[in-house]
């Protein structure tokens, strides 16, 4: 049991080795140099036996003790990242309602459009999402094991063992609870039965549909954005102000127009840059226009700073 060499030079389960990295150099350089003794008429081992014993129960008491603050420490961080999960999968749920209220205020009801959104499991089974939103259940086996599977998918991974970074990103992918949901933006369209409902996706994009009802199922998700962001201010003069770069550019008038009145509709001001004369786009009833024309300088390449020119061109709006 004393150290052998082995093809690398290290024999892990030597004694020798095992009193070399817990600190006792002394017994580990009396076991290599003189394995044993003759005293006294007998054979014996060249150090306190006794006292190598006591050092390694000693040690293993420490190591037992550690180990089970080791494993309550990580009981207590699972327990922690439990409740969080609940928390936030609950959050994210119950904001699905708000957001929906908020989609149906965006459209007007002669156009007969009804857009909503949905979260969906992916990867996760459904009754992991069912047990962290319900606010009664003291056990939730499904989420536990969801989340312990994770950890020891997240544990045994060698590929990330040795690299902080590698290992933070697998962490995020496998514990993060957002992805454990798929968003998706869904549009009842004028001729379709009251419950049939298609997702806004390139498929979407890419149909037959009409100008108003792309605009409505591509605008109204991106401003429920800084919506939710803004009904959450403190501030009681939060802006409800958004802008566009070329905001008419390859529209044609009637899906300017429509842009237009939802984005009004919705409750934001809005600022838009267009090309010159391209105001006759959205000449929308019922939405307050200031046009202005920015012209550049006169003299420019001087090295100093001249302001551009910003004079009203046009003005329109509610006819009521």
Same mark, same amino acid.
């Given at each position: 049991? *004393?150290?052998?060499?082995?093809?690398?030079?290290i024999?892990r389960?030597?004694?020798?080795?095992?009193?070399e990295?817990?600190g006792?150099n002394?017994?580990?350089?009396?076991?290599?140099?003189?394995?044993? =003794?003759?005293?006294?008429?007998?054979?014996?081992?060249?150090?306190? *036996? +006794?006292?190598?014993?006591?050092?390694?129960?000693?040690?293993? #008491?420490?190591?037992?003790?550690?180990?089970?603050?080791?494993?309550?420490g +990580?009981?207590?961080?699972?327990?922690?990242?439990?409740?969080?999960? =609940?928390?936030?999968?609950?959050?994210?749920?119950?904001?699905?309602?708000?957001?929906?209220?908020?989609?149906?205020?965006?459209?007007?009801?002669?156009?007969?459009?009804?857009?909503? *959104?949905?979260?969906?499991?992916?990867?996760v089974?459904?009754?992991?999402?069912?047990?962290?939103?319900?606010?009664?259940?003291?056990e939730?086996?499904?989420?536990?094991?969801?989340v312990?599977?994770?950890?020891?998918?997240?544990?045994?991974?060698?590929?990330?063992?040795?690299?902080?970074?590698?290992?933070?990103?697998?962490?995020?992918?496998?514990?993060?609870?957002?992805?454990? #949901?798929?968003?998706? =933006?869904?549009?009842?369209?004028?001729?379709?039965?009251?419950?049939?409902?298609?997702?806004?996706?390139?498929?979407?994009?890419? #149909?037959?549909?009409?100008g108003?009802?792309?605009?409505?199922?591509?605008?109204?998700?991106?401003?429920?954005?800084?919506k939710? =962001?803004?009904?959450?201010?403190?501030?009681?003069?939060?802006?409800?102000?958004?802008?566009?770069?070329? /905001?008419?550019d390859?529209?044609?008038?009637?899906?300017?127009?429509?842009?237009?009145?939802?984005? @009004?509709?919705?409750? /934001?001001?809005?600022?838009?840059?267009?090309?010159?004369?391209?105001?006759?786009?959205i000449?929308a009833?019922?939405?307050?226009?200031i046009?202005?024309?920015?012209? @550049?300088?006169?003299?420019?390449?001087?090295?100093?700073?001249?302001? +551009?020119?910003?004079?009203?061109?046009?003005?329109?709006?509610?006819?009521?």
């Open positions: 049991m *004393i150290h052998k060499n082995n093809s690398d030079g024999d389960n030597a004694l020798d080795t095992l009193f990295e817990r006792y002394d017994f580990a350089s009396a076991m290599r140099q003189q394995r044993s =003794v003759n005293r006294n008429g007998l054979t014996v081992v060249a150090f306190d *036996i +006794n006292k190598a014993l006591l050092l390694m129960s000693t040690d293993e #008491s420490h190591v037992k003790r550690a180990l089970q603050e080791l494993t309550t +990580n009981n207590v961080a699972q327990d922690t990242y439990m409740a969080a999960a =609940v928390q936030r999968i609950t959050s994210q749920y119950r904001l699905i309602g708000d957001y929906n209220q908020m989609l149906m205020e965006g459209v007007s009801r002669e156009q007969s459009i009804k857009l909503k *959104i949905t979260l969906t499991p992916v990867d089974d459904a009754q992991v999402i069912t047990e962290a939103c319900d606010p009664q259940r003291q939730r086996p499904t989420l536990l094991a969801e312990q599977n994770r950890l020891e998918k997240l544990a045994n991974d060698l590929t990330v063992a040795d690299d902080d970074e590698l290992f933070m990103a697998a962490a995020q992918r496998l514990l993060d609870t957002r992805q454990w #949901s798929a968003f998706k =933006v869904m549009i009842k369209r004028r001729q379709s039965d009251e419950d049939h409902y298609e997702e806004v996706d390139d498929k979407f994009v890419q #149909s037959g549909g009409s108003a009802e792309k605009a409505q199922a591509m605008v109204l998700p991106l401003l429920l954005v800084p939710m =962001v803004l009904q959450r201010a403190k501030l009681p003069d939060a802006p409800y102000l958004v802008m566009f770069d070329e /905001f008419a390859k529209l044609d008038p009637e899906t300017a127009k429509s842009f237009a009145k939802t984005i @009004a509709r919705f409750g /934001f001001n809005f600022i838009a840059t267009m090309p010159s004369g391209a105001q006759n786009k000449l009833d019922g939405v307050d226009n046009a202005y024309d920015v012209i @550049a300088p006169a003299k420019q390449d001087d090295g100093r700073f001249h302001e +551009n020119v910003v004079r009203p061109a046009l003005s329109w709006g509610d006819v009521q």
